[in-house]
């Protein structure tokens, strides 16, 4: 409820008894004219002056109300598989820090990426819609947000700061997803190894140009979006974080080098790298990377947690990796399977009980559960649930059905089964696997089940892409150029980690 303090309730009491003193003007006024000149004049003034006193009250107000809002941090980890951190059952010890922050959140065990390919699942998250409802759709850096309003538009209409520091460069400008950040920072430096034509950023530096930003004065909350890129390959952790990691080398065959980036039944070959070619050794350097994020996500959590201010954080990725399922090595993008869908997903936020829930959840849920316990308006459309609403009434999520598409494949999650659809076929594939480690996830058909009514009708969903403006295109190209060009891109170097 408002209050008001004593000197504006006086100002009211003023104005409403100059109210009254015009009145018995009026009624005493001789002649008609000059009465309601009077009247008029001095009606003026008051309202003027009640107007001019009291709205920077009125501002004040929502401008206070603005200021209690809490901060906001999405982390999106790419490529991480959850079977990985030990807080999903991993005992690798590559996690310690997101370990810790699970133990103080409410840990989502079934989570699902709209996609198994960067733009497209980000764009979910961004927008709350499916991927067929969005005008990325299933498509990677060719195509772009058009119009549709995203979480930091939101925030940044309710008030917020807004700043987002991305390590992927089919996350730049060109597709979209800047909408709504007052600072978008997608400066990449470094050269991906084995394709000189890809940049990326590490976890140290956007973690370094993270905490610039956020040791800023500023009056007004801020809602942040780090993305990391470090676990997508080719896996090359710094050497002390490769050090930290030694998984139990099973006795197995190397795997065969091949010449293109699939991964059937062989190392893909940007994953390629000098060294062991073994599952096992390639798991390791995986799991090196996740130590490297796990660190720096840590000196960003501790230094947020120095702010003294309630902040919601929640952690997820934009899909997984296979390692082996159905013959697919170090690889996504090209199936719908819990190998390359299923995601970590860890909600903190003032209030909320630390927990495990086994209900399934998805990227749309991403922006209205944000935004919700930020007390602003969920945009309408969104598909997404606002999460805090059902674990603050201790009430099991909803049985529903959530979708994974690539285009020519897309499957409906619904409970602990998944049924794939191949486009090119119209043919399903039910399948039933465990939740509890995606690696054994297994094939037995469900008997003879058909596809459901909401999967058909999201099949039915007519798509409307956006396709990436040229101009931007070749802009965003051609600083990378002059990046490279003034030494800033050391193309084909090696080591390119510290
Ligand atoms: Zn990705």
């Given at each position: 409820m408002m209050t008001f303090a004593p000197q504006k309730l006086t100002l009211i009491r003023d104005h409403v008894m100059f109210e009254c003193m015009i009145r018995r003007i009026a009624r005493s006024a001789p002649r008609r004219r000059i009465k309601s000149m009077v009247i008029r004049r001095l009606r003026l003034f008051s309202t003027i002056a009640f107007v001019v006193i009291l709205t920077p009250f009125f501002l004040s107000c929502s401008e206070s109300k603005v200021h209690e809002r809490p901060n906001v941090l999405l982390i999106t980890l790419d490529t991480l598989r959850p079977d990985f951190l030990g807080a999903y059952g991993s005992s690798a010890g590559a996690s310690p820090r997101i370990d810790e922050f699970a133990r103080k959140s409410v840990v989502f065990e079934r989570a699902i990426a709209a996609s198994p390919r960067t733009v497209p699942s980000h764009a979910s998250i961004m927008t709350s819609l499916w991927v067929r409802e969005h005008s990325v759709g299933w498509v990677n850096g060719s195509s772009r947000i058009n119009g549709e309003e995203c979480l930091a538009d939101v925030f940044a209409a309710g008030g917020y700061d807004t700043a987002a520091f991305v390590g992927n460069m089919l996350l730049g400008t060109p597709v979209g997803l800047d909408s709504g950040f007052d600072l978008y920072d997608d400066e990449l430096r470094d050269t991906e190894a084995n394709r000189s034509n890809f940049v990326e950023r590490q976890a140290d530096e956007s973690t370094e140009h993270a905490m610039r930003w956020l040791a800023e004065e500023r009056e007004r909350p801020w809602f942040l979006w780090m993305h990391y890129q470090?676990?997508?390959?080719?896996y090359i952790p710094p050497k002390e974080h490769a050090a930290a990691i030694q998984l139990e080398i099973a006795d197995e065959a190397p795997l065969p080098v091949l010449d293109k980036n699939r991964g059937k039944n062989g190392i893909p070959a940007y994953q390629v790298r000098p060294g062991s070619q073994t599952p096992s050794a390639y798991a390791e350097r995986y799991a090196g990377e996740i130590h490297f994020i796990d660190a720096w996500l840590g000196k960003l959590l501790r230094a947020i947690g120095e702010e003294n201010r309630n902040t919601i954080i929640l952690l997820t990725a934009d899909h997984g990796e296979s390692f082996?399922?159905?013959?697919?090595?170090?690889?996504?993008?090209f199936r719908t399977t819990p190998d390359q869908v299923h995601i970590p997903f860890i909600l903190q936020a003032p209030g909320l009980e630390p927990t495990r829930r086994s209900g399934l959840v998805h990227h749309v849920d991403v922006a209205p559960t944000l935004i919700g316990l930020a007390g602003l308006e969920v945009p309408h459309g969104s598909r997404g649930l606002q999460l805090a609403e059902w674990l603050e009434s201790g009430q099991s999520l909803p049985t529903r059905t959530v979708f994974s598409d690539i285009g020519t494949e897309v499957s409906a999650y619904r409970g602990d089964h998944f049924v794939r659809a191949n486009l090119h076929q119209r043919e399903s594939e039910p399948r039933r696997f465990s939740w509890?480690?995606?690696?054994?996830?297994?094939?037995?058909?469900?008997?003879e089940k058909p596809l459901s009514r909401d999967f058909e009708l999201y099949l039915e969903i007519e798509t409307d892409f956006a396709t990436v403006d040229e101009q931007s295109r070749v802009e965003h190209e051609l600083r990378m150029r002059q990046l490279q060009a003034l030494g800033y891109l050391e193309a084909g170097e090696e080591e390119v980690k510290p």
């Open positions: 470090d676990a997508h390959g080719p082996g399922e159905e013959g697919l090595w170090f690889s996504h993008g509890t480690s995606t690696r054994n996830w297994s094939v037995s058909p469900l008997s």
